[in-house]
């Protein structure tokens, strides 16, 4: 059964889907002007323009999508939306966890597509065949075809989209990089606590000044940015588990429900729970 909510009285919509047995999500959805704030996914996201312009800031390059193109953006990769034209864009996207996927490529013998160790090549790409892939794996989950049309059209996306992969050798990081990695774990350990800044740059044995421009430099976002980021992220998974928002809330370090709500719709479009109620109906 397809979900959706209209977003009040505007022309913007959502419908999502969530298979079950693989977590994977698909979204259909159009927006006109602004679409969402920057905001960063744990999932290997895979999509296509379907009509309009679709523009959007990803690895700190400007992208503007048209119809046929495909949407590759790697975990972490922070990205926003707008549509430059009045007409809006439509678009469709797959949401595939890195988990499913690194058990999917292992066997093909590629690594994992992490935030760290791979990217894409290109963020868009005129890939035709990959573009076809994407649309008929889409189709199969969005609409229930069923398991086995769902599993052969995502085994033969991923032997396509495995070529798009480049792999990034492990190469050895400089102190400050190093240094900004250890800050990196610091936030995701106390992810539900109120660090501030002073505290973190004790942590790392640098200033405070200085702190913020080399995690900028390593992740593209200042401290506070990318612990808001991995609070929205991992409230998404929770609510798609089916924990209340109010709980998810505290468990992840916003203040309170609203807090929470007030982020998560700039982000995704949605409240929590709207968003959770699409999982559930989905599921």
Same mark, same amino acid.
């Given at each position: 059964?397809?979900?959706? +909510?209209?977003?009040?009285?505007?022309?913007? !919509?959502?419908?999502?889907?969530?298979?079950?047995?693989?977590?994977?999500?698909?979204?259909?959805?159009?927006?006109? +002007?602004? /679409?969402?704030?920057?905001?960063?996914?744990?999932? *290997? $996201?895979?999509?296509?323009?379907?009509?309009?312009?679709?523009? &959007?800031?990803?690895?700190?390059?400007?992208?503007?999508?048209?119809?046929?193109?495909? *949407? $590759? *953006?790697?975990?972490?990769?922070?990205?926003?939306?707008?549509?430059?034209?009045?007409?809006?864009?439509?678009?469709?996207?797959?949401?595939?966890?890195?988990? !499913?996927?690194?058990?999917?490529?292992?066997?093909?013998?590629?690594?994992?597509?992490?935030?760290?160790?791979?990217?894409?090549?290109?963020?868009?790409?005129?890939?035709?065949?990959?573009?076809?892939? @994407?649309?008929?794996?889409?189709? /199969? *989950?969005?609409? +229930?075809?069923?398991?086995?049309?769902?599993?052969?059209?995502?085994?033969?996306?991923?032997?396509?989209?495995?070529?798009? @992969?480049?792999?990034?050798?492990?190469?050895?990081?400089?102190?400050?990089?190093?240094?900004?990695?250890?800050?990196?774990?610091?936030?995701?350990?106390?992810?539900?606590?109120?660090?501030?800044?002073?505290?973190?740059?004790?942590?790392? +044995?640098?200033?405070? &000044?200085?702190?913020?421009?080399? &995690?900028?430099?390593?992740?593209?976002?200042?401290?506070?940015?990318?612990?808001?980021? $991995?609070?929205?992220?991992?409230?998404?998974?929770?609510?798609?588990?089916? &924990?209340?928002?109010?709980?998810?809330?505290?468990?992840?370090?916003?203040?309170?429900?609203?807090?929470?709500?007030? !982020?998560?719709?700039?982000?995704?479009? $949605?409240?929590?729970?709207?968003?959770?109620?699409?999982?559930?109906?989905?599921?």
């Amino acid at each position: 059964m397809k979900t959706g +909510g209209q977003q009040g009285a505007s022309r913007d !919509w959502i419908h999502l889907q969530r298979d079950g047995e693989t977590g994977i999500e698909s979204v259909h959805a159009h927006f006109c +002007g602004h /679409a969402y704030d920057p905001h960063d996914h744990d999932e *290997i $996201l895979v999509g296509v323009t379907q009509q309009g312009l679709q523009r &959007f800031n990803c690895n700190r390059s400007l992208h503007t999508s048209t119809p046929g193109r495909a *949407i $590759l *953006i790697e975990p972490g990769a922070v990205h926003d939306g707008h549509a430059p034209h009045a007409e809006g864009f439509t678009y469709l996207m797959l949401y595939l966890p890195q988990a !499913w996927v690194a058990e999917k490529l292992a066997r093909r013998g590629l690594g994992d597509v992490s935030a760290l160790q791979a990217a894409f090549k290109y963020t868009l790409t005129d890939d035709s065949f990959l573009n076809n892939a @994407i649309v008929q794996a889409f189709a /199969a *989950i969005h609409h +229930g075809e069923g398991r086995l049309a769902r599993d052969q059209t995502l085994d033969h996306l991923l032997a396509l989209l495995s070529k798009h @992969i480049c792999t990034r050798p492990q190469s050895v990081y400089s102190d400050a990089a190093s240094q900004m990695l250890r800050v990196r774990d610091y936030l995701h350990d106390g992810m539900a606590l109120d660090i501030g800044l002073d505290e973190l740059s004790r942590y790392a +044995g640098v200033d405070r &000044f200085r702190l913020t421009r080399e &995690f900028k430099k390593a992740f593209g976002l200042s401290p506070h940015t990318y612990l808001v980021r $991995l609070r929205l992220r991992t409230a998404r998974t929770l609510l798609a588990q089916g &924990f209340k928002p109010a709980l998810v809330a505290t468990q992840v370090g916003f203040a309170d429900q609203s807090h929470l709500g007030r !982020w998560f719709q700039r982000a995704y479009r $949605l409240t929590p729970a709207a968003y959770q109620r699409q999982c559930a109906n989905a599921q």
